[in-house]
């Protein structure tokens, strides 16, 4: 008994000392050398935390205790009280699959961009032409199972780690979706998704219409439709550009910048504002094309760097915007690496378009209101929207 009751002692002192050690190295890095502390209580605040870690490992029934997988428990715990769905923890397994498909542009799944919100985990998008967008998987719908289980509760993470697998394997996801009662199960065969940011065709009866499709934003996003662009501005009779958004989930914010400022020539494309309230406002690094008559297609699936490009095109008046309302995400991210190869993901700012209009969780109205044929194949959208360039061509003519 004496023993033990030693040992416990050793092990309380040894944790007061990790405790001290770890709050005095946090005072100093967020006060300076003078060691003056600007937020009173943090020593206490932090106390309970390392009194409840010390009894975990000194009491709990089970003595081989993970600790990383502890720490790595408190710090999603810490994310989660902050009632941001974009704030979040990956550990280095996700963390280092996030890099990839950011910056090599595929993976292994079902091809969904999924995020949490009114505390479900829903669909942002489908990508086009992957397992999910041809079983028929829309922008809006909540995964309420997987496999079988329930989703409540589930981490973000954990349920891309589910709905990511090899090549060829299946999985089954339960769906609720609006206005229909019943749960719509989906059985998805995994595949390799490859993710080709800008697509192009022409189009209209005197194939003088310019047709982009950005899938994301991403590295290589404007390379690609710079490309585009170039060969539509030698082909001497485009006269007219479409640019489809539709489920374009966003991406990086440098991308967008890019991207809208391949179609506004001046001034302002997005202000961004951090928790001081300071602003920095990005302007455009002009380009060298024609100014061609522009309508941009949008809907629920169109979010983030997508809103960003769409408002700027709106209050810049360089074109319309046809289609529904976007999804409504105007905060930005920016990602930290942790010394143990895992990330954190923290919302740092948040964006407003040239006019100052916030968009977080308002979305952006369309100019022209054009609701999509939910039993039809005939892409309504796009119809209308060839049928008013066609007719400003003509009107200019």
């Known amino acids: 008994m004496n023993n033990l009751i030693k040992r416990k002692k050793i092990i309380t002192l040894i944790s007061i000392f990790v405790v001290v050690f770890i709050i005095s190295g946090f005072l100093f890095y967020n006060t300076g050398a003078n060691g003056k502390n600007n937020e009173e209580g943090l020593f206490s605040s932090l106390e309970p935390f390392f009194e409840t870690l ?14 990383n997988k502890i720490v790595r428990g408190a710090i999603k715990g810490m994310l989660k009280v902050l009632d941001d769905p974009y704030t979040r923890y990956m550990d280095p397994q996700a963390f280092k699959r996030e890099q990839e498909d950011m910056f090599l542009g595929y993976f292994g799944g079902l091809g969904v961009i999924i995020s949490v919100k009114d505390d479900q985990i829903t ?21 309420v199972e997987i496999d079988g289980k329930s989703t409540e509760g589930m981490e973000l993470d954990d349920a891309v780690n589910i709905l990511r697998g090899e090549e060829g394997t299946e999985v089954t996801i339960g769906i609720k979706r609006e206005n229909i009662e019943e749960i719509l199960k989906f059985n998805i065969i995994r595949d390799i998704i490859e993710v080709q940011a800008v697509k192009e065709k022409i189009m209209g009866e005197e194939n003088n219409i310019g047709y982009i499709r950005i899938t994301t934003f991403n590295v290589n996003t404007k390379p690609e439709l710079e490309e585009v662009l170039g060969g539509f501005n030698k082909d001497s009779n485009i006269q007219g550009i479409i640019l489809d958004l539709r489920n374009n989930p966003g991406g ?15 001034g302002p494309i997005v202000h961004i504002k951090d928790r001081e309230g300071v602003k920095i406002t990005a302007q455009s690094k002009g380009n060298n094309y024609p100014p ?9 699936g169109s979010a983030s ?8 095109i ?10 529904e309302k976007t999804f409504g995400k105007g905060v930005v991210q920016q990602v ?3 010394s143990d190869g895992s990330g954190v993901v923290i919302t740092t700012s948040e964006y407003f378009t040239p006019n100052e209009r916030s968009i977080n969780h308002i979305g ?14 005939e892409d309504v959208q796009l119809n209308k929207a060839m049928e008013l360039l066609e007719d400003e061509i003509k009107n200019k003519s």
């Open 336 to 338: 930290f690496n942790l």
């Open 292 to 300: 061609w008559p522009l309508i941009v297609l949008i809907n629920e």
């Open 364 to 377: 952006i109205e369309p100019d022209i209101l054009i609701e999509a044929a939910e039993d039809s194949e």
């Open 252 to 266: 990086l914010l440098d991308s967008a910048i890019e991207v809208a400022s391949e179609f506004i020539k001046e």
């Open 305 to 312: 760097a997508s809103e960003i490009v769409s408002g700027a």
């Open 314 to 323: 709106q209050d810049s008046k360089r074109g319309k915007l046809l289609g």
């Open 123 to 143: 669909i942002i998008s489908p990508i086009e032409d992957t397992p999910a967008y041809r079983v028929g998987i829309k922008a809006g719908d909540k995964i």
């Open 54 to 67: 010390n009894l975990v490992r000194s009491e709990f029934i089970e003595k081989d205790i993970d600790i």
